[in-house]
Nanobody, 121 residues
Framework: QVQLVESGGGLVQPGGSLRLSCAAS????????MGWYRQAPGKQRELVATITSGDGTNYADSVKGRFTISRDNAKNTVYLQMNSLKPEDTAVYYC???????????????WGQGTQVTVSS
């Protein structure tokens, strides 16, 4: 089994910063891409940022220049540094990872449980 656990969410004022972390654990052989998504109330889940195993990154237009995704392969962890936060960034943030479990021929997508980010004064 593979688990993803997020941390770092909370309440922050507009213009502030937060850093989210997502650690993968369990029977992991390798991890390909990792990413962050978010879902605001009444809206569909949307891509925020992704990072490949080779550190190639991709961002939603709405967060470019404000958010930075990074990963520590030794810790099986992906991070999301969020700066200049806006009220419209308020959402539940989820991480995902494309994992090849030990002993498996296939890659599976796993999701974290989500962490709430609220941007409000």
């Amino acid at each position: 089994q593979v688990q993803l656990v997020e941390s770092g969410g909370g309440l922050v004022q507009p213009g502030g910063s937060l850093r989210l972390s997502c650690a993968a654990s369990g029977s992991i052989f390798s991890i390909n891409a990792m990413g962050w998504y978010r879902q605001a109330p009444g809206k569909q889940r949307e891509l925020v940022a992704t990072i490949t195993s080779g550190d190639g990154t991709n961002y939603a237009d709405s967060v470019k220049g404000r958010f930075t995704i990074s990963r520590d392969n030794a810790k099986n962890t992906v991070y999301l540094q969020m700066n200049s936060l806006k009220p419209e960034d308020t959402a539940v943030y989820y991480c995902d990872a494309d994992v090849k479990p030990r002993g498996s021929l296939y890659v599976y997508k796993y999701w974290g449980q989500g962490t709430q980010v609220t941007v409000s004064s």
